[in-house]
Each structure stands twice: as C-alpha cells, then as structure tokens.
C-alpha cells in the first residue's frame, strides 16, 4: 500500500522583537527562524475517508481529532483542489511538547499538506501550500517551507536565509504549557517593545552568529516566565550548563534553547541536565 512520512520539524525562534498590538488586534514582530532535525512524525496513507490517529508521548495532551490542525489544513486542501475531503488516514506520532513555542501543530499541518500533495498527485505548488496553511494559523507559511528565514509582519512576510549555519542546540521543555494567547494578553500589560529586523550578522559562522543573536531579545519571554516560573527554572539550569553560548525561550514557551559550538556539547550538556531534571523533555538538536 502506498504511504508517505515525514518529520514535522520544531520550530525555534532564535530571537523575537514584538510590536505593541495594532487596531485588528495582531502584533507585529520580527524574528529569525529556525528548524531542527528533531519534531513530530506525520504518516498518510490511502484511505475510505479522513481519520487521524495521534500516538506518541504527548498524544494525551492535544485536543480532540476535529479540532486538530492537521485535519483543518487537509480539509482545506481538499476544498482547494476541488476534490472534497481527502480519503486519507493520518497517523501522527506526537513527539514534541503541547504549547511549546515550537510550532508543533503548524509543522505538523504543513508536513500534512505535503505528504498529501505527493500521495493524490496535486500540481498546487508550495506557495499555493502556504496560502492554505496561512488560514490554520500565523506560523502556517513558515511551517509549511520549513526552512531558515526571517519573519516579519504577523509572521507571515518571509524572507529565507541560506546563510544561516547549523547551530548545535539543546531543547529543553520544563513540563508546563505556555498558551499562546496567554502570554500575549500579559505581554501587553507591560511596555510595548518594537517589532525592530536587526541588521544581519557580519560574518555567518556558529560563533559569529551565536554572538550576533546574543545581543537580540525575545520580548515574550518575561511574561511567559511571569505565568509560568518554570520557565525561567529552566532558562537558569540551561545557563549553568558547560559549553552553553546562549540560552532564551523560544516563541511564546515552555522551551527554552541553548546554543553550543558543538553537538558535542550539547550532547553532553543533555545527559548531565538530563540527570538532575529528569522530568524535563530535554533533547539534543541541530538549528539550520
């Protein structure tokens, strides 16, 4: 039987300058973003209808089967192509942590898209993808390319950065949710900061880039570590770690990253972190 799979990879946001909200209720922002090699699995196949299974370690945490991402965006790309809903089955190996500010259901949809367009042999081009996962969601378009780029506007203006090198990373989740929503309602409570694009780093190599990005910000991260304390547990524990160049959280959390200048390093700052917080979801990773 015909099947595809794909990663669905994490999104991490290398740094994240925020505007204050505009009249249609939105916040402009400007941000660096990144893929791992680490995420969720999507797998489809042929099929009578439309189902979606979701196993894997965080399965519990999503909502029910209709309200997933997955199943909007396929619907939606079905409405598009003009063939109905698509006669797929999804299985969908839920890897990454819920509320995470890393972009989970979005990539998820997006690999969605894709594995689909392949499976029903469509001719709609990645663009036309990324029309449809813009109306699941902001992060949908870059989910959806899923490459290095930075983000502008709501998030949907991107501009693909080839130069950017791997980065050696390490994710670390402290087990608490950081709804979306939540943080920016607290976010707004403050000063307004300014959705300002730095000018590029000089040179583009790990160090440079690492030092460059260490003098950006992420102007959620106070309110999300106001909401949630654990965050900023885990951003302390990541800052004691050898080898660590930069920690900050990622979107709107829970994660928080670290950058190193070797998988090496970070695959050993993983198992000591690993040993003194061993219900965090810690996992090593390349950014690029």
């Known amino acids: 039987m015909a099947e595809r799979s794909a990663l669905a990879p994490a999104k991490v946001n290398l740094f994240l300058h925020v505007g204050p909200v505009d009249g249609d209720g939105y916040h402009p922002l400007a941000s660096l973003v990144a893929f791992a090699d680490v995420g969720d ?69 997006g690999a969605a898209l894709k594995l689909a367009r392949e499976l029903l042999g469509l001719t709609l081009s990645d663009d036309a993808l990324a029309d449809i996962a813009a109306a699941i969601g902001a992060d949908g378009p870059m989910c959806l390319h899923a490459r290095a780029a930075w983000a502008e506007g709501r998030g949907d203006r991107l501009s693909f950065e080839p130069r950017l090198p791997p980065l050696p990373a390490l994710l670390i989740n402290p087990g608490v949710a950081s709804p979306t929503g939540e943080v920016y309602r607290a976010f707004d409570t403050g000063s307004p900061a300014a959705a300002d694009r730095p000018s590029p780093p000089a040179v583009w190599d790990t160090v440079a880039v690492i030092d460059w990005l260490a ?43 670290a950058l190193f200048e070797t998988p090496e390093a970070a695959a050993a700052a993983a198992r000591r972190l690993t040993t003194d917080r061993p219900q965090w979801w810690i996992t090593p990773a390349n950014l690029g």
């Open 215 to 257: 003098a950006q910000r992420n102007d959620l991260q106070a309110a999300a570590v106001a909401r949630a304390p654990a965050i900023g547990e885990a951003i302390a524990a990541a800052g004691d770690l050898p080898g660590a160049r930069l920690v900050r959280m990622s979107g709107s959390g829970a994660t928080v990253f």
């Open 41 to 109: 699995r999507v797998t489809i196949t042929p099929a009578d209808r439309l189902s979606l299974t979701v196993e894997g370690p965080f399965a519990a945490g999503l909502e029910g089967p209709g309200d997933n991402l997955i199943l909007r965006a396929l619907r939606a790309l079905g409405q598009a192509a003009g063939i109905g809903e698509p006669p797929l089955a999804v299985t969908l190996d839920k890897r990454l942590p819920i509320a995470a500010g890393l972009g989970g259901g979005s990539s998820d949809a």
